[in-house]
């Protein structure tokens, strides 16, 4: 009969059957039917596969063990046209795979559901053997890897969706691997762990060479590889991060999280974090014309440690230069350099590059040419380079090769330029000095602070000139810290107003202000604890008295206090 069928395990079952499971379902008026197998707590131990002909649905806890006799076909196989969009949904059980094969390597079009479970297996997870458009999501459940790629798109194209659970690679093995082109990875959701022990080679967890990957949530970790790419190395393909983290990525050489060479990643939300390598890029790494990377949005890129260059970034050229695109996001606490750019472009128009401290020269961002190639340096919009020091003279450092006498070729300010930057010159410059122009030009117009050599770097007559920064103290070192507490100021205005109304409030002392018209308002009266007092106004006041206000205070155990008085946006008119 059509319909939904049910089946439960009624005891442990051992199959030497080429075909261990056939799940056809003869046709009724022409529908398929459809079958939920129940693992009912028993063992499931075949040597064949699982011939998958009608939508077919795992349930309930038990095991299922396919043993090391077929190295041929994948434990799934679909042999007939499958009539059911979803061809499996698998909800649970313990699945050992054994075969050289993979798990799943389908040659048909339709999608299958992981939702639970747990799946060990040394060779793939998931290998399609045909350019079919077969799509696989996991919702959750575990998938322990082997000395195998887990997700390989290295023979056939395919779609993997993940949305939950974890995957855990094997010793010296890889999570994701894809050289086709076609190939779509969605990571929303759900953790991908990597190998732990160091692989040989590029990505420790994820090498993508072609295909797309497109994350918005989740978490990749713990990568480790000799080369590039702790977790992620490309070479090939597009990689838009949106949302999620890529943290504590190992590299034995260049890029600790991410590599991107001749390939596009482009980020405009979610985390690079905890990277470290050998060589420089502790959380990403660009070379080449070819590699494009675009920062903005809501992207965070931290805590990384670049032994050689770049804690966070770096950006290298090697036969062409690359150019990294900054319109948004934050850069920020590598232990040295923040962001490393090496004979290459760096576009930044918006976000911030924010250094741990203000160590060593060009701490935040280092841009410096090398022997045979200029490095150009594009600030504009609200790009803001600064150090979490309190004097951050030492953020960005613009470096000539050897002798440090020129600067850059391509330094250049651009009209819209409003951020911030604090730029350490490699050249001896003082107040009254200007920037040789052919080291860096400007737009007329901008408005942005620039700062270098103890000076403020500003416009004048075409040049851009250094001038004495004029200091002095804030209203806070002047005043102490502000008490803003506005609710409480106007739940008093609120419960005062009527006839008994007075004219300020101080919710240090909860004490009231009275002006009085022709007398001195002595502001201390009654207020005679020391400390920072503050008084705001809460009407309009007007006083014709000599003395319109004695900011008089009393003397507390031989200490003065001190009194902030804040017109809140009222009028004090007074004639004395």
């Given amino acids: 009969s059509k319909g939904q069928h049910h089946v439960y395990l009624a005891e442990n079952i051992t199959s030497t059957a080429a075909m261990a499971l056939n799940t056809y379902w003869g046709i009724v008026n022409s529908e398929y039917s459809s079958l939920c197998l129940y693992l009912n707590d028993k063992t499931f131990t075949f040597d064949g596969y699982i011939n998958v002909r009608c939508a077919f649905t795992v349930m309930g806890n038990g095991t299922v063990t396919r043993t090391a006799v077929d190295s041929t076909n994948p434990m799934f196989v679909n042999t007939d046209d499958q009539q059911y969009e979803n061809a499996f949904n698998i909800f649970g059980g313990t699945w050992t795979n054994n075969s050289s094969k993979a798990i799943f390597a389908p040659a048909w079009s339709k999608v299958g559901n992981i939702y639970g479970g747990t799946f060990t297996t040394d060779a793939p997870f998931f290998a399609p053997d045909d350019a079919s458009s077969f799509v696989l999501n996991i919702y959750g459940g575990t998938i322990n890897g082997g000395s195998k790629t887990v997700i390989d798109f290295s023979a056939k194209s395919g779609t993997f969706n993940m949305y939950g659970g974890t995957i855990n690679a094997g010793a010296g093995a890889r999570a994701i691997y894809l050289t086709k082109s076609g190939s779509k990875v969605t990571i929303a959701g759900g953790t991908i762990n990597g190998n732990g022990a160091q692989f040989a080679g590029d990505g420790g967890t994820v090498r993508m060479e072609l295909g797309t990957i497109t994350m918005s949530g989740g978490t990749i970790q713990n990568g480790n590889a000799t080369g590039w790419g702790g977790n992620v190395y ?107 750019v090496e004979g290459a472009s760096l576009v930044m128009t918006g976000g911030k590059i924010i250094a741990k401290n203000n160590g060593s020269q060009g701490n935040a961002l280092m841009v410096r040419k090398t022997s045979k190639n200029i490095a150009s340096l594009t600030l504009g919009g609200t790009a803001e380079v600064t150090t979490r020091n309190a004097n951050p003279t030492n953020a960005l450092m613009i470096w000539g090769y050897s002798d440090n006498t020129s600067l850059l070729d391509t330094m250049h300010i651009e009209e819209d330029f409003s951020g911030t930057a604090y730029m350490y010159l490699s050249v001896a410059l003082k107040a009254g000095d200007t920037i040789a122009p052919e080291n860096v030009t400007f737009d007329s117009g901008f408005t942005g602070k620039l700062y270098t050599n103890g000076c403020e770097v500003v416009e004048d007559n075409g040049a851009l000139k250094l001038v004495e920064i004029q200091t002095g103290p804030t209203e806070e070192e002047i005043y102490g810290a502000i008490d803003d507490d506005k609710a409480r100021v106007d739940a008093w205005v609120a419960n005062n107003s009527g006839a008994s109304f007075t004219s300020g409030y101080c919710p240090h002392c909860d004490k009231e202000v009275t002006w009085v018209a022709g007398t001195a308002a002595n502001i201390s009266e009654g207020f005679n604890s020391k400390g920072q007092h503050h008084v705001y106004l809460a009407e309009n006041i007007t006083s014709t008295a000599e003395k319109a206000l004695n900011t008089y205070w009393g003397i507390v155990n031989l200490e003065y206090s001190s009194l902030c008085l804040y017109l809140n946006d009222k009028t004090f008119t007074f004639d004395g």
Wanted: a negative charge; proline letters at 1%.
């Fill in 234 to 340: 490309m070479s090939g393909g597009t990689f838009n991060m949106t949302g999620g983290e890529i943290k504590d990525g190992i590299s034995g050489d260049r890029g600790g999280n991410v590599a991107v060479y001749n390939s596009v990643f482009n980020m405009s939300g979610g985390t690079l974090s905890g990277g470290s390598s050998v060589t420089g890029g502790g959380n990403l790494f660009m070379r080449n014309d070819g590699a494009r990377v675009t920062i903005s949005g809501t992207a965070v890129i931290k805590e990384g440690k670049g032994t050689g260059k770049g804690d966070n970034v770096f950006v290298e050229r090697w036969n062409s230069a690359p150019t990294l695109n900054m319109t948004g996001g934050t850069i920020c606490d590598g232990d040295s350099d923040n962001v490393y």
